[in-house]
T-cell receptor, first 111, second 115 residues
Framework: DAGVIQSPRHEVTEMGQEVTLRCKPI?????LFWYRQTMMRGLELLIY????????DSGMPEDRFSAKMPNASFSTLKIQPSEPRDSAVYFC?????????FGPGTRLLVL | AQTVTQSQPEMSVQEAETVTLSCTYD???????LFWYKQPPSRQMILVIR??????QNATENRFSVNFQKAAKSFSLKISDSQLGDAAMYFC????????????FGTGTRLTIIP
């Protein structure tokens, strides 16, 4: 079975540009999570969806970040405009019965 | 709010030996889940083991086992017969069983395997 799929795996962009990260959860999973990992803050939840509905977005840093889940098999995390402090690894995870399975992550570098 | 503490930033173990990684957590809830995730240099987060708080029996997965002490709020991971492929960051995580599904992570322990 395919696991959680994320794209791109690596992204280098310049400050001020729009960045879109994509995630395809494991088929049949009904919850999807976006996490960010940095050296300073560790792993932190940005937002999660249940049955495509945002449930907890308290971790979204500011209005520059937005996330959508238009259907059960796709989600996006958008940063506009991007800033150097957004540089991090962004993970998507999905779950069905409480256990979360992670994608390989997107390493984002904002110059 | 729940917190998870991993007090050992780094650990090392001789290949084939046994090592125990520590994790403590703070919660006022009685029903929750605890997890250990492994993050090798590839950065992939890999589930190692899961424990339900209502189960008294400690979870085991092959060479990996936990010592779950609910009253002490302690959840340590024991790796037996350590192998070179076990070298990674190990994260302890907590999840409530009441509503919010988010994971709260500890800061991680970097495990080195000495050949």
């Amino acid at each position: 079975d395919a696991g959680v799929i994320q794209s791109p795996r690596h992204e280098v962009t310049e400050m001020g540009q729009e960045v879109t990260l994509r995630c395809k959860p494991i088929s049949g999973h009904n919850s999807l999570f976006w996490y960010r990992q940095t050296m300073m803050r560790g792993l932190e939840l940005l937002i999660y969806f249940n049955n495509n509905v945002p449930i907890d977005d308290s971790g979204m840093p500011e209005d520059r970040f937005s996330a959508k889940m238009p259907n059960a098999s796709f989600s996006t995390l958008k940063i506009q405009p991007s800033e150097p402090r957004d540089s991090a690894v962004y993970f998507c995870a999905s779950s069905l019965l409480g256990t979360q399975y992670f994608g390989p992550g997107t390493r984002l570098l904002v110059l | 709010a729940q917190t998870v503490t991993q007090s050992q930033p780094e650990m090392s173990v001789q290949e084939a030996e046994t090592v125990t990684l520590s994790c403590t957590y703070d919660t006022s809830e009685s029903d929750y889940y605890l997890f250990w995730y492994k993050q090798p240099p590839s950065r992939q987060m890999i589930l190692v083991i899961r424990q339900e708080a209502y189960k008294q029996q400690n979870a085991t997965e092959n060479r990996f086992s936990v010592n779950f002490q609910k009253a002490a709020k302690s959840f340590s991971l024991k790796i037996s017969d350590s192998q070179l492929g076990d070298a990674a960051m190990y994260f302890c995580a907590y999840r409530t069983n009441f509503g919010n599904e988010k994971l709260t992570f500890g800061t991680g322990t970097r495990l080195t395997i000495i050949p």
